[in-house]
């Protein structure tokens, strides 16, 4: 009896430090999957204030000076010429005849026609009375009548080619190209004279995406050239292309005055200065404060050590700076340095 006790108190003690040895283990293997809490990792950032501004807009271009006006001056008739009244370099009006062609095949067709529309409307008349009397019919008038109408057309267009024989100068200028001499044979069409018009100049020049929103229409810019060392010349944008071309620029034209003193000639090579001061104080980040692009831009402002991700809107991208037209007020914080490991809600930590 008693070995029997001994043996059942030896099963329990066995049994007793089996569970002790379990719950030890099981509190172990709590501790390793439970460590201890760990202080919150400050990520460092350099940050900016959002401030306001004057912003000054640099862009300068080169070109090439265009004439104001060009035009052709053409032969409405063909014709020999019996008079050419101009010479090379000579300054023209707008409306000043140039040339003149022989109108004496035209002054016969002219008489031709009067002599049968005066014939078709004596006709007409007469029939006219005849109808009266019934002793013509509606049908027979009808034709005489578009007969006499044709007539009236056909002296109206000789007429038209008598005066066609004036050649007019398109534009005033001056004679830039001498295409005809007296005498010679021209047919309807043909160039005799180019004229251009140099009282004021134009300037065209492409813009990148990026400068072209940067200009606007009635805009004054500054012309200079090597022509007239250390001479500024005042310009004004005229026109600015809707549409970009396949290398994705968009013309820009400048007009400028010009004077016989310091005349400006054709195909003269000039540099365009956009360079502007912006008309108000703007609200301005560094361009580095941006985490996507100008058009889809987002930053990090910086509250109470901890950085929140905000959508805001951009204007002017000039010199390192962007302009914020929203999302953002003065004074407000921006992580310019540090984005790649931020998320929102991060905590920070600023480095000077």
Do not use: C, W
Not at 20 to 32: G, I, P, Q, T
């Amino acid at each position: 009896m008693r070995t029997r006790y001994i043996t059942i108190i030896a099963i329990i003690a066995i049994v007793a430090l089996i569970v002790f040895k379990l719950a030890a283990n099981k509190r172990k293997l709590n501790e390793k999957n439970n460590p201890a809490p760990v202080a919150a990792v400050r990520i460092p950032v350099k940050v900016a204030a959002a401030a306001e501004q004057v912003l000054e807009i640099n862009i300068l271009k080169t070109g090439n000076l265009a004439p104001f006006k060009e035009a052709k001056a053409l032969a409405m008739s063909g014709g020999t010429l019996l008079k050419v009244n101009f010479d090379l370099g000579d300054k023209v009006k707008q409306g000043q005849v140039l040339a003149v062609t022989d109108t004496r095949l035209a002054q016969l067709e002219l008489q031709k026609a009067e002599t049968n529309a005066a014939k078709l409307k004596n006709d007409l008349n007469v029939y006219t009375e005849l109808l009266a009397g019934k002793a013509a019919t509606q049908e027979k008038v009808n034709g005489i009548r578009q007969d006499y109408e044709n007539a009236v057309n056909q002296v109206q267009q000789a007429r038209k080619n008598i005066s066609d024989a004036a050649i007019l100068a398109p534009t005033g200028g001056v004679i830039a190209a001498k295409k005809v001499e007296q005498g010679m044979f021209v047919n309807a069409g043909t160039e005799i004279a180019s004229i251009v018009n140099l009282s004021r100049a134009k300037v065209q020049v492409n813009l990148t995406e990026a400068e072209v929103y940067k200009v606007k229409e009635g805009q004054p810019v500054k012309i200079s050239t090597d022509v007239y060392p250390g001479k500024t010349f005042s310009g004004t944008i005229s026109f600015i292309s809707p549409q970009a071309d396949e290398t994705h620029n968009y013309l820009v034209e400048i007009l400028i005055g010009n004077d016989n003193e310091t005349l400006l000639r054709s195909g003269t090579f000039v540099y365009v200065d956009f360079s502007r001061k912006t008309e108000q104080q703007v609200l301005v980040i560094p361009r580095e404060a941006l985490t996507e692009s100008v058009k889809d831009a987002a930053v990090y402002v910086l509250q109470d050590s901890v950085v929140h991700q905000r959508k805001i809107q951009t204007g002017a991208d000039v010199n390192g700076m962007v302009q914020v037209l929203g999302g953002l007020k003065p004074g407000e914080q921006v992580v310019t340095s540090g984005q790649i490991n931020l998320k929102d809600g991060s905590v920070v930590s600023v480095s000077k």
